[in-house]
């Protein structure tokens, strides 16, 4: 391959690992969120179990409570974490698979790398370099030229 055609490939291989770096991150935060969900709807519901089946019961919606019965405020916080689990274990997919784009990523840079090693030299004597964002692309590169391609 050319110098100009491997630059260029770089720059696709580096585009998808961005990507799929942001990716990754999202849905790590998207589990996060929703294993927060689960876990108040879990306290929650916790609590209502403690409660006589004759208390009084309200359910907040947006600035006002409205009174409910018992089982029905327990109904939903059951709901709410079952969907939260289903949730969890969608998102949980999504990550491996994200996982397994961004190990075929790598291999692919890693392929290109030993195709040509004074692309791995270029690219390591770039000035700038956008640290969050190519980081784990830098370790790779240095994994890389500590092995001696």
């Not at 991150?25 to 709807?41: D, L, P, S």
């Amino acid at each position: 391959m050319s110098d100009e055609a491997n630059r260029s490939a770089f720059l696709e291989i580096k585009g998808r690992l961005i990507e799929n770096t942001g990716k990754m991150k999202q849905v790590h935060n998207q589990v996060r969120n929703k294993e927060g969900e689960k876990k108040r709807a879990f306290l929650t519901l916790e609590e209502l179990r403690q409660l006589p089946d004759d208390t009084n019961t309200y359910k907040s919606i947006g600035r006002m409570f409205v009174l409910e019965p018992k089982s029905i405020l327990m109904n939903d916080q059951e709901q709410k974490l079952k969907d939260s689990e289903t949730a969890i274990a969608s998102l949980q997919a999504s990550k491996e698979y994200l996982e397994k784009q961004k190990a075929e990523v790598e291999n692919n840079l890693t392929e290109l790398l030993q195709q040509d090693p004074g692309l791995a030299q270029q690219i390591m004597s770039m000035t700038v370099i956008l640290h969050d964002l190519l980081q784990p692309l830098h370790r790779l590169i240095m994994v890389l030229l500590c092995r001696g391609l």
